[in-house]
Structure formats: C-alpha cells, structure tokens
C-alpha cells in the first residue's frame, strides 16, 4: 500500500521561501505521485500544482510565478519550491497523483505551511 509523507513546512514571514518534498518510503518506484494539493482552513482541498489530464503541467493561479514543481524520474518523489510567499499561502500541504482521474492514493498527514504577514 502506497504511504506519503509530505515535509519541509514551517513558518516563514512574507515573502519567504520554502522547499517541499514528498516521498513515499516503503513504495515501489513508478508510482504515479504527480502533485501537490493544499487545504486552507475552512475551505476545501485544492490543487496547487500537479500534472493535468492532458499530461501538461498545471499551476494554479494563485501560484504561478512563485512555486515550481518537479518530481523525479521514478515518479515516487515530488518537491515543491515555494518562493514570495503569502499570507493566504498558510495551508496544510499534500502530494498525491496528479489529475489523472484516477482514485487517489491514501492521503498523508500533509506538512503545515504557515506565512506571517
């Protein structure tokens, strides 16, 4: 069974940076970890950055220009590096597939990213 584990948060004042990354110990390789998802407080899950249906790379709106995506050749490891951050970037952060359509992976614990003002 497919297990991540999601670190590299903290907190950092605006307009710093962080490195997330995502691993999935215990996994075989080629497991199909393609994306990065967050959930602000209150609201629900959404994607950050992640490979799209047509195999072409999506960044949110909100994020583009500042993060940047990259998984490895295996496909079993995902970093996201997050630069200028924001306050309203304070959210829980998580990896899975991309959006394949595809049942999900089991959700990890994410890693808690909070952005003083």
């Known amino acids: 069974q497919v297990q991540l584990v999601e670190s590299g948060g903290g907190l950092v004042q605006a307009g710093g940076s962080l490195k997330l990354s995502c691993t999935a110990p215990g996994s075989i390789s080629n497991i199909n970890v393609a994306g990065w998802y967050r959930r602000i407080p209150g609201k629900q899950r959404e994607v950050v950055a992640a490979v799209g249906r047509t195999g072409s790379l999506y960044y949110a709106e909100s994020v583009k220009g500042r993060f940047t995506f990259s998984r490895d050749s295996a496909k079993n490891t995902v970093t996201l590096q997050m630069n200028s951050l924001k306050p309203e970037d304070t959210a829980v952060y998580y990896c899975?597939?991309?959006?394949?359509?595809?049942?999900?992976?089991?959700w990890g614990q994410g890693t808690q990213v909070t952005v003083s003002p």
């Open positions: 899975n597939k991309g959006l394949d359509g595809t049942t999900w992976y089991p």
